[in-house]
């Protein structure tokens, strides 16, 4: 699976903004999606993890209350809608994917050196 992850951007403190992942592939439902971030010198962080199959999403402690996933099928595009956003979610943000459906509900794809990501969309927030 190819993914592409875009929308990023440079947004002030609590603004939006909406990524979106453009994954390709037929095997595009055998897959859980997710996004993580990695800023400079700091650990990976899974954010989300949506199920193609079922839309069952979930979204990491951290974020939850602002941050929200989901899907479109027809489409093989995965979102990641960031409101109230901080300086603190400055980062680099990838998406991935898993055929680890158990990770999912933990929201801790993107962290298997069996994973897929693309090469991320940057997000700045400026206070």
């Known amino acids: 699976v190819q993914l592409q992850a875009s929308g990023g951007g440079l947004v002030q403190a609590g603004g939006s903004l909406r990524l979106s992942c453009a994954a390709s592939?037929?095997?595009?439902?055998?897959?859980?999606m997710g996004w993580f971030r990695q800023a400079p010198g700091r650990e990976r962080e899974p954010m989300s993890c949506?199920?193609?199959?079922?839309?069952?999403?979930f979204v990491a402690d951290a974020v939850k209350g602002r941050f929200t996933t989901s899907r479109d099928t027809a489409t093989n595009t995965v979102y990641l809608q960031m409101n109230s956003l901080k300086p603190e979610d400055t980062a680099r943000y990838y998406c991935?994917?898993?055929?680890?459906?158990?990770?999912?509900?933990?929201?801790?794809?993107?962290?298997?050196?069996?994973?897929?990501w693309g090469l991320g969309t940057q997000v700045t927030v400026s206070s």
């Open positions: 991935t994917a898993s055929l680890s459906r158990s990770r999912c509900a933990s929201v801790r794809v993107g962290l298997a050196s069996t994973d897929y």
């Open positions: 592939g037929r095997t595009f439902s055998s897959y859980v």
């Open positions: 949506i199920d193609t199959t079922d839309s069952s999403a």
